[in-house]
């Protein structure tokens, strides 16, 4: 493999989920302050991709279409266009010219859109970090010093492996414009018709379908907001993302306090600008989670079955609030007693959010500037 210092043009692989692509930027980053004049493009999935799209050190930002190939066989010409779309991806691919292509994703479909790619230097995970055979389709292995690793520290481990240093300050670096942080204003208005002068507070009690397993109960999230209005004069957002909407009403509905649910954002970055504007964030162990550490936004972060190190927040004042068990972490998404969850009583998390307040109270948080 050539120096990374002579890569010029550089091809990184994270397809998904929404978490996992904020928590690469960092080392993204970091190789960006080693190498100002190399030039990154990013592989990603719709899903996700807002969250790059305007970035600064992207020079370009491709779109995996998945949604097309959703059902493809039923329809001929949802078929055509699937194809379509994936021919000109692999196009965009082979001409892009690369260097190296860096896949931190690591399952089959990421390692295949490398091997696609026609680049010679293909690195990415060794198993058993590589999953599904990925690990065949790389000429350069890397291995993390530790499964445990916080996803954030396994990617910096990954360029450092490459040669580019990583010390210093962890940046995210969210392109979240003026737009964006006038987008958010339209829900947070609604702040100013609470009672109250307390601590602004977004709770995000949803997640992906797919992460079902991930929420937190919703009679602990009733108990918890009435508290903190009750108690500190909290002034409540509650947040959503799509299928979410009807989680966040339900527990809007049970209150016995006033709280505003957030309105429809156009994009995670929307989502970004409003926890921006928060003094703490609540929620699981969910892609909004990060957004809101990449805010630089206080978390109290509920964890049931997943890795409370592998998974924690990283950049921003946090506290975990789980009730570990000898099964977890796991990753049993049709568990059906959800004990881990369950276990967890709005009181714990209340204290923890008190306390994260206190702590963070007299600090001053980074302004982050947006773009324009």
Same mark, same amino acid.
């Given at each position: 493999?050539?120096?990374?210092?002579? $890569?010029?043009?550089?091809?990184?692989?994270?397809?998904?989920?929404?978490?996992?692509?904020?928590?690469?930027?960092?080392?993204? @980053?970091? !190789?960006?302050?080693?190498?100002?004049?190399? /030039?990154?493009? !990013?592989?990603?999935?719709?899903?996700?991709?807002?969250?790059?799209?305007?970035?600064?050190?992207?020079?370009?930002?491709?779109?995996?279409?998945?949604?097309?190939?959703?059902?493809?066989?039923?329809?001929?010409?949802?078929?055509? %266009?699937?194809?379509?779309?994936?021919?000109?991806?692999?196009?965009?691919?082979?001409?892009?010219?690369?260097?190296?292509?860096?896949?931190?994703?690591?399952?089959?479909?990421?390692?295949?859109?490398?091997?696609?790619?026609?680049?010679?230097? /293909?690195?990415?995970?060794?198993?058993?970090?590589?999953? *599904?055979?990925? +690990?065949?389709?790389?000429?350069? +292995?890397?291995?993390? =010093? %530790?499964?445990?690793? @916080? /996803?954030? *520290?396994?990617?910096?481990?990954?360029?450092?492996?490459?040669?580019?240093?990583?010390?210093?300050?962890?940046?995210?670096?969210?392109?979240?414009?003026?737009?964006?942080? #006038?987008?958010?204003?339209?829900?947070?208005?609604?702040?100013?018709?609470?009672?109250?002068?307390?601590? &602004?507070?977004?709770?995000?009690?949803?997640? =992906?379908?797919?992460?079902?397993?991930?929420?937190?109960?919703? @009679?602990?999230?009733?108990?918890?907001? @009435?508290?903190?209005?009750?108690?500190?004069?909290?002034?409540? &957002?509650?947040?959503?993302?799509?299928?979410?909407?009807?989680?966040?009403?339900?527990?809007?509905?049970?209150?016995?306090?006033?709280?505003?649910?957030?309105?429809?954002? %156009?994009?995670?970055?929307?989502?970004?600008?409003?926890?921006?504007?928060?003094?703490?964030?609540?929620?699981?162990?969910?892609?909004?989670?990060?957004?809101?550490?990449?805010?630089?936004?206080?978390?109290?972060? &509920?964890?049931?079955?997943?890795?409370? #190190?592998?998974?924690?927040?990283?950049?921003?004042?946090?506290?975990?609030? /789980?009730?570990?068990?000898?099964?977890?972490?796991?990753?049993?998404? %049709? $568990?059906?007693?959800?004990?881990?969850?369950?276990? &967890?009583?709005?009181?714990?998390?209340?204290? *923890?959010?008190?306390?994260?307040?206190?702590?963070?109270?007299?600090?001053?948080? *980074?302004?982050?500037?947006?773009? #324009?």
């Amino acid at each position: 493999m050539n120096s990374v210092d002579k $890569c010029k043009n550089i091809l990184i692989i994270r397809l998904s989920a929404i978490g996992d692509v904020v928590r690469t930027l960092p080392a993204v @980053n970091a !190789w960006h302050r080693h190498s100002p004049e190399t /030039r990154f493009t !990013w592989l990603v999935e719709p899903a996700a991709a807002s969250v790059l799209e305007g970035h600064v050190v992207l020079d370009r930002v491709l779109i995996f279409e998945r949604g097309l190939f959703s059902g493809f066989w039923r329809s001929p010409k949802r078929l055509g %266009s699937a194809l379509l779309s994936l021919f000109t991806l692999l196009g965009e691919l082979r001409s892009g010219d690369f260097d190296l292509v860096v896949d931190c994703h690591g399952i089959f479909k990421s390692a295949l859109f490398a091997r696609f790619s026609g680049v010679p230097d /293909r690195v990415g995970f060794a198993r058993p970090d590589a999953k *599904e055979g990925s +690990h065949r389709f790389y000429t350069h +292995h890397f291995r993390p =010093s %530790s499964s445990d690793l @916080n /996803r954030v *520290e396994r990617v910096l481990e990954f360029v450092e492996f490459l040669g580019v240093p990583s010390a210093g300050s962890v940046t995210y670096q969210l392109p979240v414009t003026a737009g964006n942080h #006038q987008r958010a204003q339209t829900s947070l208005a609604g702040l100013e018709e609470l009672q109250g002068d307390g601590p &602004i507070i977004a709770l995000h009690p949803g997640s =992906s379908k797919k992460t079902a397993y991930k929420r937190w109960h919703q @009679n602990g999230y009733v108990g918890l907001i @009435n508290a903190l209005v009750e108690k500190i004069g909290a002034r409540v &957002i509650l947040t959503w993302g799509p299928d979410e909407r009807e989680t966040v009403e339900l527990i809007a509905g049970n209150l016995r306090v006033p709280v505003v649910v957030a309105k429809k954002t %156009s994009s995670l970055l929307d989502l970004a600008a409003i926890f921006a504007a928060c003094d703490l964030y609540v929620g699981g162990d969910t892609g909004p989670m990060h957004l809101a550490v990449a805010m630089n936004t206080p978390v109290v972060a &509920i964890f049931g079955p997943t890795h409370p #190190q592998v998974n924690a927040p990283y950049g921003a004042p946090y506290r975990i609030v /789980r009730h570990p068990l000898p099964c977890s972490p796991c990753r049993k998404r %049709s $568990c059906k007693t959800q004990l881990c969850l369950e276990a &967890i009583g709005w009181r714990r998390v209340y204290a *923890e959010v008190e306390e994260l307040l206190d702590e963070t109270a007299n600090e001053d948080r *980074e302004v982050l500037v947006p773009n #324009q």
